[in-house]
Nanobody, 127 residues
């Protein structure tokens, strides 16, 4: 049973925007830090953005800093990734993930090699 479900992906032109959502079914991971990752064909999964368990701190990869914004609304059990100024190199399957331990900070992924993964949503950016 999928407990983290991504949505909001699609096809967009370069320079456009998309907003991804990650639904935490039943609030199973409400006290856990979360993040967004992506994986392009032939490449390893790449960290994009992290958010602390309570949403007070965020952390971004340099490649998306200033363009992407991660946020969470625990009343809706949902984490978001707002993506602006999209580039063709942003094309990938985007995954949300949750730390296996509670109370983690925005950089939780550094010490969490086996997070809870969502199923992924495809983002394709055309030139």
């Amino acid at each position: 049973q999928v407990q983290l479900l991504e949505s909001g992906g699609g096809l967009v032109q370069a320079g456009g925007s998309l907003r991804l959502s990650c639904a935490d079914s039943g609030g199973t991971f409400r006290f856990k830090a979360k993040g967004w990752f992506r994986q392009a064909p032939g490449k390893e999964r790449e960290f994009m953005a992290g958010i602390a368990w309570n949403g007070d701190i965020t952390y971004y990869a340099d490649s998306v800093k200033g363009r992407f914004t991660i946020s969470r609304d625990d009343a809706k059990n949902t984490v978001y990734l707002q993506m602006n100024s999209l580039k063709p190199e942003d094309t990938a399957v985007y995954y949300c993930a949750a730390d296996r331990s509670p109370w983690g900070g925005a950089n939780w992924y550094r010490g969490s090699p086996d997070p809870h993964w969502g199923q992924g949503t495809q983002v394709t950016v055309s030139s």
